[in-house]
């Protein structure tokens, strides 16, 4: 059986598209990976599979001469991925959202390949919505994004989102001596997704680097390519323990160190923190259809994180939020104990078995 697996350029489309080829790898199936060119992440790092890399697209309602090269990308795009269809000749084709996927598995219906898309957010991206209405079966993450589309019931499946198989709870010493961390100290997560977050990344710097106790500080800090540069200059000057990374693969590291996390609210983050559940200060992302805050609102209902709009970021609001937090374990007791069970703790072996089982629909 060939399936043809392909996402976009964002850790948050990536890592789940991983999590299934990995899970894949334990069947017969004949596996390629398409991904975006530009991609920051390499899955042969974590998953032996043939790859093969599309002409990135990004395209927007402006009329402008970037958005013509996007354009032109798209069309470069659908003719790499007519050319893929016809020489890997896929029986599946699995998409993770984003615009990049849209031609693949546009040729992939109008072939009559079978087609799955997964949709990792609560509200349902732009090219799933429009693709939801042509392929075989649509699966989701959350419950509540079901009732958005308006399709049969009977395509729709409940996976959960697929966490890659390295992504476990490991001892919190282990974890902090891989950092060079001490085993007493408070220790935060700052990260802002697999592209960054630049109010983020400099709003929780102004805010660690005033903290009053700043030798009781940890900070794993991951940035993004565009503020390393800024944030390695101010961290060495600041006198505070810390990690900077401008990407971060080898997550479970960095969760399993952790107290608390500052974050955005992306999909796949969302997952990852009720893996392990980790109290957490979410900023969501707040363009992109309001993706991240209806992700984010998930985890507030539970009293497992707080929710500070992008709007009202500021090194004031956020200092008051964070200063209560590491001399208050009860608080963040209850928190991790606000964290349900996953909706579908076993993800990926769902959407694999929708994906093996395709062939019989």
């Known amino acids: 059986m060939r399936v043809l697996v392909v996402t976009g350029s964002s ?25 975006p060119r530009g991609t920051i992440f390499d899955p042969l790092e974590i998953a032996p599979v043939q790859v093969k890399y599309l002409p990135a697209v990004n395209l927007s309602l402006k009329l402008n001469k970037k958005n013509l090269l996007g354009l032109y990308a798209f069309f470069c795009c659908a003719w790499e991925s007519f050319k893929l269809i016809l020489k890997f000749k896929p029986e599946v084709v699995v998409g993770f959202g984003s615009l990049n996927t849209l031609p693949l598995v546009f040729w992939a219906w109008f072939f009559r390949i079978k087609t799955i898309i997964h949709e990792q957010n609560v509200i349902c991206g732009r090219a799933n919505r429009l693709l939801s209405k042509l392929v075989d079966k649509v699966a989701i993450s959350f419950s509540a994004t079901g009732c958005g589309l308006n399709i049969a019931p009977d395509k729709i499946v ?3 989102n697929p966490l890659r198989r390295e992504m476990q709870l490991l001892d919190k010493r282990r974890a902090r001596e891989f950092f060079n961390f001490k085993e007493e100290g408070f220790t935060v997560l700052v990260t802002g997704g697999s592209q960054g977050a630049q109010r983020l990344n400099a709003v929780c710097f102004e805010v660690f680097s005033a903290y009053p106790q700043k030798e009781r500080l940890q900070v794993i800090h991951i940035c993004g390519r565009r503020d390393l540069g800024d944030l390695k200059e101010k961290y060495a000057a600041s006198g505070l323990r810390y990690q900077l990374f401008d990407f971060f693969p080898r997550m479970q590291y960095a969760y399993s160190a952790s107290d608390l996390v500052i974050c955005r609210a992306g999909a796949t983050t969302i997952a990852e923190l009720q893996k392990f559940k980790i109290p957490a200060i979410l900023v969501p992302y707040p363009f992109a259809y309001a993706h991240q805050a209806a992700n984010a609102r998930v985890l507030e209902a539970f009293k497992a994180a707080l929710v500070i709009d992008e709007q009202e970021l500021t090194a004031e609001r956020l200092s008051v939020e964070f200063a209560r937090m590491p001399d208050d374990p009860q608080r963040l007791a209850q928190m991790r104990r606000g964290y349900p069970c996953q909706e579908q703790p076993d993800a990926a072996k769902l959407l694999a078995k929708e994906v093996l089982s395709a062939h019989l629909m």
């Open 11 to 35: 850790g948050g489309h990536i890592f789940p598209a991983v999590a299934l080829v990995q899970e894949l790898t334990h069947s017969e199936a004949q596996l390629l990976l398409a991904l």
């Open 158 to 160: 409940l996976t959960g």
